[in-house]
């Protein structure tokens, strides 16, 4: 099918853009990005928005800016950008790994980090990043900018509190500590497909013992969010096996799984029970 028709808005700076999308909002006007989600939907008539806010021509929206304690993504930034380190810090390592597992290269080259982050879907890689990290959300309209805590950000599935007049102009990532470990794993039955569960884990260790252990499961539940529960198996303990599986243990018995035509809850809490152990053993 071809998408309904549409007006297409080419705004070249970010006021321009929020007044346009203060104009159209209320006429089901979106935000158009890297096209990756939006697109698809709209070429299967799932969504109709009678005017797109395109904001690739918008000035200065794909930097990087990091000022030494945050690193900030503008609305423009693909996933491809982050296929090499953005930053001399633990925290570029991670969104290079991580990026490599979203989609395929073709969509990388185009889809966007605060698209991902907007669109909030809930195995989305870069939305276990931003709640694994706390992130902060820059959100910009006419009546001037507002920052979201991550925590406050996603709010289920595809559902954020982005206001319809809001744009995401930018993304802030804290850096991690100098000497922070990470680690990764998702499961997805193919490659490139969104994942059935992912885990993202950071600490640090003081006199051999994990400290500041973060702890994020995406694709579980219909938010990514960090399991404290695993968390506090981890903090003051040596990291080895058997407290990796203690960690791994407490995220699968805190979580809600969600239920779907492929998984039911049992498989997906003993899927999010694997990427937990998995993320661990790799950031070892
Ligand atoms: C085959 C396929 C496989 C995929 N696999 C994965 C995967 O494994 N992991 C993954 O994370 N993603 C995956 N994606 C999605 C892809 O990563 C998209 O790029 C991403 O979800 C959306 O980013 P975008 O820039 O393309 O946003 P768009 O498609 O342009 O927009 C998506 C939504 O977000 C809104 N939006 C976009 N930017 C902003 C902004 N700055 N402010 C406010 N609203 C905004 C739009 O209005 C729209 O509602 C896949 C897509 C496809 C087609």
Aim: glycine share 8%; hydrophobic share 45%; with cysteine.
């Amino acid at each position: 099918m071809k998408p309904a028709a549409f007006i297409r808005h080419v705004p070249r700076t970010l006021d321009e853009a929020v007044k346009i999308l203060a104009d159209v909002a209320p006429m089901d006007g979106r935000v158009l990005a890297g096209g990756q989600s939006l697109v698809p939907i709209m070429a299967f008539r799932l969504a109709k928005p009678a005017h797109l806010v395109d904001i690739n021509e918008v000035e200065g929206l794909d930097k990087f800016v990091s000022d030494g304690k945050f690193l900030s993504i503008g609305a423009c930034v693909r996933h491809a950008a982050f296929h090499k380190s953005v930053v001399d810090n633990p925290l570029g390592k991670l969104l290079t790994y991580v990026a490599r597992h979203i989609a395929h290269y073709p969509i990388r080259v185009r889809g966007t980090f605060c698209g991902s982050l907007a669109h909030a879907d809930p195995a989305s890689e870069w939305c276990l990043v931003a709640a694994t990290l706390d992130a902060t959300m820059v959100a910009k309209s006419t009546r001037g900018e507002r920052l979201i805590p991550a925590k406050e950000f996603f709010q289920g599935i595809m559902a954020t509190a982005l206001a319809e007049d809001e744009l995401l102009a930018q993304v802030r990532l804290p850096l991690l500590a100098t000497d922070a470990k990470f680690g990764f794993n998702e499961f997805n039955r193919r490659a490139g497909d969104f994942a059935l569960a992912s885990a993202l884990v950071t600490y640090r260790l003081q006199g051999g013992k994990i400290a500041d252990a973060r702890i994020g499961i995406g694709g579980a539940e219909s938010s990514p969010r960090r399991m404290t529960e695993a968390e506090a198996a981890l903090n003051g303990q040596v990291p080895g096996d058997k407290i990796f599986r203690a960690a791994a243990e407490a995220a699968a018995s805190a979580i809600e799984p969600l239920e779907d035509h492929q998984t039911n809850a049992e498989y997906r809490r003993d899927l999010v029970r694997a990427v937990v152990r998995r993320a661990l053993e790799h950031s070892a």
